[in-house]
């Protein structure tokens, strides 16, 4: 089994940055993609970011349209990953989750871990 941990959520103004972090344990040298999903309130959980080893220290990240050029997503020994979040807006308000699959693949990307999710608000 694999346990993931989020931590680094809490509230911003527009404009203002986050990092958010996610530690794996337990069974986590069996991951591979690792990535961050986010639920508005009464809005469906959707993907933000993942990213899988491609061999030695070459990573391929996919982000949803809605980030691009404000968040990246990186990893460090394969356990944990991160989300730096910069130009917050009021719509990145939600709960964000860490995900993990032992699979590849980013596209699609489906999950067999999940975190229990830490609160995001950008406030204007």
């Known amino acids: 089994q694999v346990q993931l941990v989020e931590s680094g959520g809490g509230s911003v103004q527009a404009g203002g940055s986050l990092r958010l972090s996610c530690a794996a344990s337990?069974?986590?040298?069996?991951?591979?993609?690792m990535g961050w999903y986010r639920q508005a309130p009464g809005k469906e959980r959707v993907l933000v970011a993942v990213?899988?080893?491609?061999?030695?220290?070459?990573?391929?990240a996919y982000y949803a349209d809605s980030v691009k050029g404000r968040f990246t997503i990186s990893r460090d020994n394969g356990k944990n990953v991160y989300l730096q979040m910069n130009s917050l807006k009021p719509e990145d308000t939600a709960v964000y989750y860490c995900?993990?699959?032992?699979?590849?693949?980013?596209?699609?990307?489906?999950?067999?871990?999940w975190g229990q999710g830490t609160q995001v608000t950008v406030s204007s």
């Open positions: 337990g069974r986590a040298f069996s991951l591979n993609a």
């Open positions: 990213i899988r080893r491609s061999g030695g220290s070459t990573y391929y």
């Open positions: 995900a993990a699959s032992g699979g590849s693949s980013i596209q699609p990307f489906a999950p067999d871990y």
